[in-house]
């Protein structure tokens, strides 16, 4: 992982499906518990939820608030 990804999660929305225009870091525990089990996409998006669903699964999603505000992040 690098900081490049988690600034993606919080600017990268889900291209497709039932949470389609939703922030990859905005999507539900129990979407990203799905993926886990039944598998990831492949590519950029797969490797974005992935890294969502461990970021969410250890209580971690606070990490990601000051990159949301403007001008926040590296």
Same mark, same amino acid.
Request: glycine share 12%; charged share 20%.
């Given at each position: ?19 389609? /225009? =939703? *922030?990859? @870091? ?6 990203? $518990? ?6 990831? &996409?492949?590519?950029?998006? /797969? =490797? *974005?939820? @992935? ?6 699964? $250890?209580?971690?999603?606070?990490l990601?608030? &000051?990159?949301?505000?403007? /001008?926040g992040?590296?």
């Open positions: 992982m690098n900081p490049e990804d988690l600034q993606r999660l919080v600017s990268v929305a889900m291209p497709y499906g039932r949470y389609k /225009g =939703r *922030l990859i @870091a905005d999507l539900p525990g129990n979407y990203l $518990n799905w993926f886990a089990r039944e598998g990831f &996409p492949p590519g950029e998006i /797969g =490797r *974005l939820l @992935a890294l969502m669903q461990e970021i969410d699964h $250890n209580g971690l999603s606070s990601l608030t &000051p990159l949301r505000r403007p /001008g992040g590296a």
